[in-house]
């Protein structure tokens, strides 16, 4: 089956701590996003790479870190400057030229 | 301002009754618009993904495009408990490599 996965599913944070979330796809797609979702907000773009070795900043970059060292694979690290890192986490990914994009089921990130 | 507003709702309507939600933007360069519906916590999935102005259909489910009025609509016909989502419009312009998503409206069917 094509797709997306993430893991966690659900991740808990304590203050001061790094963690990273995962995000792997098999659907042979150039480009990957990472999105975060709070209640009554749209989703807001955290970073976006569109080929391997290369990523940009998205609208809310700040306290967070990527790679994209396999085209499968878009990791996101939730960084200690993140001051408010508690949100729904959502990894997408499209096709090269295509505008729609697939998520992926989402991790819930929450700091303790 | 923002780019897209959505109406957050919640919108709650009986089995059967056809569902209309709509998305304002303002940003004229916008060309693609997609429709994607959310279940509490899961990613969300495309519905539908409209180019430019027009109607497009696709079972149950018709998205609409005014460019003039910068508005969009999806509508559903026949609603069933299980259309019961969050529903996020979305939409890009051409060239671009943003997507810009309403905040969600959330639909209750009720059986």
């Known amino acids: 089956d094509g797709g997306i996965t993430q893991s966690p599913k659900y991740l808990f944070r304590k203050e001061g701590q790094n963690v990273t979330l995962s995000c792997e796809q098999n659907l042979n797609h150039d480009a990957m996003y990472w999105y975060r979702q709070d209640p009554g907000q749209g989703l807001r773009l955290i970073y976006y790479?569109?080929?391997?070795?290369?990523?940009q900043k998205g609208d809310i970059a700040e306290g967070y870190s990527v790679s994209r060292e396999k085209k499968e694979s878009f990791p996101l690290t939730v960084t200690s400057a993140q001051k408010n890192p508690t949100a729904f986490y959502l990894c997408?990914?499209?096709?090269?030229?295509?505008?729609?994009?697939?998520f992926g089921p989402g991790t819930r990130l929450t700091v303790l | 301002q923002k780019e897209v507003e959505q109406d957050p709702g919640p919108l709650s309507v009986p089995e059967g009754a056809i569902v209309s939600l709509n998305c304002t933007y303002s940003?004229?360069?916008?060309?693609?618009f997609m429709w994607y519906r959310q279940y509490s916590r899961k990613g969300p999935e495309l519905l539908m993904y409209?180019?430019?102005?027009g109607n497009k259909e696709d079972g149950r489910f018709t998205a609409q495009v005014d460019k003039s009025s910068k508005y969009i609509s999806l509508f559903i016909r026949d609603s069933q408990p299980s259309d019961s989502a969050t529903y996020l419009c979305a939409m890009r312009n051409t060239g671009g490599f943003k997507t810009i998503f309403g905040a969600g409206t959330r639909l209750f069917v009720k059986a």
């Open positions: 997408a990914s499209s096709t090269a030229g295509r505008n729609e994009q697939f």
């Open positions: 409209t180019y430019s102005s």
């Open positions: 790479s569109q080929i391997v070795n290369d990523f």
């Open positions: 940003n004229s360069a916008f060309q693609y």
